[in-house]
């Protein structure tokens, strides 16, 4: 158990290359690492974000944050299905979850988990996730866990979004994602703080 608060995002590709079954693995494993958190008000606070070919907020920080009221919720949550389109997913989450209206809050550390099979379709779209990613962990000093799932994902592309080298998984298939949880959640406990922003951060609280 982690007995750090945590700001923990998920980011969960539900694109249509995903199946049922598949979909149904990726919920474990955010039950799985969640599981490793005390989630409360006051100790650490999740939010998820589905995404295909557009971003879907389905669980905001200042949401109900009990580890009993989770497991329902995601058995509930529904798969989008479209395109892959990670960078919009990461913006989304910059712009609508890192604030303090969605529950965000200041000093407390930030982590993004990403789940994803890969497959962004161009190019042009995995530069702008790489430039998304580098705005949460420049600008909001989030620690970026990344896992690949099977054999589209681009390892190069992979270890762009995470915050370091050790923070991104390829992983087999999605029968095999449950043996990543504890790897997850130690990633995102053991994070290093971004000093930095902090710093900045309590600088312009000053002001």
Request: proline share 2%; glycine share 6%.
């Amino acid at each position: 158990m982690c007995h750090k608060s945590v700001d923990l995002a998920f980011i969960l590709d539900a694109s249509g290359t995903i199946d049922d079954s598949q979909w149904k693995l990726t919920k474990d494993f955010v039950q799985g690492v969640s599981n490793g958190f005390r989630l409360a008000s006051n100790g650490t606070r999740i939010s998820i974000v589905t995404y295909s070919t557009l971003p879907h907020i389905e669980r905001r920080f200042d949401d109900l944050n009990r580890n009993d009221n989770l497991i329902g919720f995601l058995e509930a949550m529904s798969q989008p299905r479209g395109d892959t389109r990670t960078d919009r997913a990461l913006k989304a989450v910059r712009d609508q979850l890192m604030i303090s209206e969605a529950g965000a809050r200041d000093f407390t550390p930030k982590a993004i988990v990403i789940v994803t099979d890969g497959g962004d379709k161009h190019d042009t779209t995995a530069r702008f996730a790489e430039q998304r990613a580098r705005e949460l962990k420049d600008m909001d000093g989030a620690t970026i866990v990344a896992l690949g799932v099977g054999n589209k994902v681009d390892q190069y592309e992979l270890r762009q979004l995470a915050s370091d080298p050790d923070h991104a998984f390829l992983v087999a298939s999605y029968d095999d994602i449950i043996g990543y949880v504890k790897s997850a959640a130690d990633a995102v406990c053991t994070g290093k703080r971004n000093d930095n922003f902090f710093r900045m951060n309590y600088l312009e609280l000053k002001l």
